[in-house]
Nanobody, 122 residues
Framework: QVQLVESGGGLVQAGGSLRLSCAAS????????MGWFRQAPGKEREFVAA????????YYADSVKGRFTISRDNAKNTVYLQMNSLKPEDTAVYYC???????????????WGQGTQVTVSS
């Protein structure tokens, strides 16, 4: 079993920044892949970013490329999502996920956190 706990969400003005963290516990962390997804009200969950066990390569959704950066610290069992130049359309609940392959497909991740709310005001 793997437990994932997200933190760092909040309310920010458009153009601002936030850094999300996802702390993993339980199973060995370093050999697995991590992803971030988000879900806005009334919309389906969508892929945001993913990172391999070594830190490279990384994948990003086109909507966040150049603004968001995913990284990980295997010594701390933590993955981060640095979000810059935030837009109102980035408002959503953000979830981290843990899996065995590097993928954009949410169905291929094995474990999920509870989510953290990010709200961007205009």
């Amino acid at each position: 079993q793997v437990q994932l706990v997200e933190s760092g969400g909040g309310l920010v003005q458009a153009g601002g920044s936030l850094r999300l963290s996802c702390a993993a516990s339980g199973r060995t962390f370093s050999s697995y892949f991590m992803g971030w997804f988000r879900q806005a009200p009334g919309k389906e969950r969508e892929f945001v970013a993913a990172i391999s066990w070594s830190g490279s390569p990384t994948y990003y959704a086109d909507s966040v490329k150049g603004r968001f950066t995913i990284s990980r610290d295997n010594a701390k069992n933590t993955v981060y999502l640095q979000m810059n130049s935030l837009k109102p359309e980035d408002t959503a609940v953000y979830y981290c996920a843990y899996g065995k392959i590097l993928t954009r497909a949410s169905g291929l991740y094995d474990y999920w956190g509870q989510g953290t709310q990010v709200t961007v005001s205009s």
